[in-house]
């Protein structure tokens, strides 16, 4: 994914003037950044649901999940996860088995005749991904996918969510307000600066920063203190 000199403005006002990245096929990019510096604007342009107003993007197709899971609330878990399928183009006999193969990968083997009412705010999350990874998109961008849930509803779906990433060789970038969940996550963590979307902040993860807390601590109060200072002295940030 490439982004090269990439302006946006809402009513006149920059978003973003100038901004570059680039992402490789297969990476795991957290974004982080102040509320309004740009994130869910640049996923949005990413994906195709907003226009830049100048720049390049070079993307490929993207499936993207969202805070709320965005479930059809008619339809099963089963349902939703057969209707991108069908979307997708697999043909109708297919879906069934593809449908039971997304519910066990997102460790919901039997859940999938429940509606979306009688499954926990987890559950919906894991069938947003499933739905999500069945639109078969390279590219799969994730806007706070996990900020609704608990702590540990959270620390369990990370855990899923790196599997299923290894497993599938997906190129993920995920927004998250959350440093300790960029780390976790992110192989890069980028810090988009409040002041019309350049980047204030790169930094790469080690596996061991990755899963060893004490070890991601001091690059965490790295990112807080330039996070902070980007968002000139709010509250601190989780
Ligand atoms: N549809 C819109 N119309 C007008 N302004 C918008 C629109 N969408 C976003 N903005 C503005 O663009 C800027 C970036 O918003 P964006 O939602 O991308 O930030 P964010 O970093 O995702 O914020 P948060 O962390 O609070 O979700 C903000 O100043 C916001 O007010």
Redesign the pocket.
Known sequence: MEIANLSKN??S?P?FEGLDLSISSGEFVCLV?G????????LNIVAGLDHADGGTVLAPPAAVMFQESALLPWLSAAGNISLALKFAGVPRQDRQQRTQELLNLVRLPDAGYRLVHQLSGGMQQRVALARALAQNRSLLLMDEPFSALDSITRDFLHDELEDIWRATGRTIVL?T?NVREAIRLGQRVIL?ASDQGSIAGEWRVSDTQRHDAVAGAALAETIRTVLHREVHGLAAVS
């Not at 509320?35 to 640049?42: R, V």
């Open positions: 809402f009513a006002i978003v950044g509320s309004g510096s740009g994130k869910s604007t640049l927004v307000h988009l």
